[in-house]
């Protein structure tokens, strides 16, 4: 251990003084994730702790993609250390069952039963609303968390569900399977409807480099014009796959759907299922089925 006076990781009490709700503190500073504490919320106590900074932005990672492969959350910045205690976290957390029916189901299944826990949904959540991005999708259900990690090069602001497939990767980050979605970040080529296309072959070569174990194979399994809720979008799929010792998966499914919701930057929406769990491919349409732009 460290001689550091600072608190490890984890939940603590609000700082901002909200009775019953407890915040994320990353080792570093506050986040904005909260959670109602109770049964399955290990909260710690740490009188150090000094409340949020004001207004100070996340870190926005934007522009040309990195080069070399790494993790599927090489992304993360400091994710190896949430991966070092997450183990931690996970001991406190109570165990979650299966709930729901149809293609939620099979998430709930296996998410819950493999995945250490993370920030949930408040009770009766259906879908979420990414107000930045200016869409909505569904909620997959118990098992999948709330998004607690932080920033992706290809958005400004990051919203959506995710569980860990993998703790702990060869290069000490964690596997997820996720569905986030985002205002897309500069660089990427947008310049009007026009260039829906070509900005989701750049997103989808961006997240290719960064996000997953190389080297990789790629098969585009859709790359098509689309309409959602009335607005002009366009889809990419495709199906990775790797060998590279120390994964649990050799493969992912991924899609990324690019909507032109009318304003300054279009909305991504960024699905990812590793093989390891390609029974819930199914989530994929499930939620490019059910996406709706707000007003």
């Given at each position: ?12 009490p609000d700082?901002?003084g ?6 994320w503190?990353?080792g570093g ?7 109602p504490?109770g049964?399955?919320v290990?909260v ?8 949020p ?13 990195v ?8 992304w993360?910045?400091?994710?190896s250390v949430?991966g ?13 069952g299966a709930?729901?029916?149809?293609t939620?189901t ?6 819950s ?8 949904f ?5 879908r979420?609303i ?6 909505s999708?569904?909620?997959l ?15 400004t ?6 569980f ?6 060869p290069d000490?980050t ?13 660089d990427y ?8 296309g070509?900005?989701?072959?750049t997103?989808?070569?961006s ?18 014009e ?17 060998h590279?010792p ?6 992912e ?8 919701t009318?304003r ?18 199914g989530?994929?349409?499930?939620i490019?089925?059910?996406v709706?732009?707000?007003?």
């Amino acid at each position: 251990m460290t001689g550091s006076t600072t608190p490890p990781p984890g939940w603590y009490p609000d700082p901002d003084g909200a009775p019953g709700q407890a915040r994320w503190w990353n080792g570093g500073g506050w986040s904005d994730v909260t959670t109602p504490t109770g049964p399955g919320v290990a909260v710690g106590a740490s009188p150090v702790l000094a409340p949020p900074g004001p207004g100070k932005p996340p870190e926005v990672l934007t522009g040309t993609p990195v080069t070399g492969g790494g993790g599927r959350a090489a992304w993360v910045m400091g994710l190896s250390v949430l991966g070092l205690v997450v183990a931690v976290v996970a001991a406190f957390l109570v165990s979650r069952g299966a709930a729901g029916n149809g293609t939620a189901t099979g998430a709930t299944s296996s998410a819950s039963r493999e995945s250490p826990a993370g920030p949930t949904f408040a009770p009766g959540t259906v879908r979420i609303i990414d107000r930045e991005a200016g869409i909505s999708y569904p909620y997959l259900g118990e098992g999948w968390y709330e998004w607690a990690l932080q920033q992706q090069y290809e958005v400004t602001s990051v919203a959506g569900q995710y569980f860990t497939t993998q703790e702990l990767t060869p290069d000490a980050t964690m596997f997820i399977a996720q569905c986030t979605s985002g205002p897309v970040a500069p660089d990427y080529g947008w310049a009007g409807p026009p260039t829906l296309g070509t900005t989701a072959s750049t997103l989808a070569d961006s997240v290719r480099v960064n996000y997953y174990p190389g080297p990789n194979e790629r098969r585009v399994v859709r790359d098509e014009e689309r309409t959602v809720d009335g607005h002009a979008a366009h889809l990419f799929e495709f199906q990775l796959s790797w060998h590279v010792p120390g994964y649990d998966a050799t493969g992912e499914r991924a899609a990324l759907l690019l909507i032109d919701t009318g304003r300054a930057a279009p909305a991504l929406l960024y699905v990812s299922i590793p093989n390891t769990h390609a029974e819930l491919y199914g989530v994929i349409d499930r939620i490019l089925g059910d996406v709706e732009v707000l007003d």
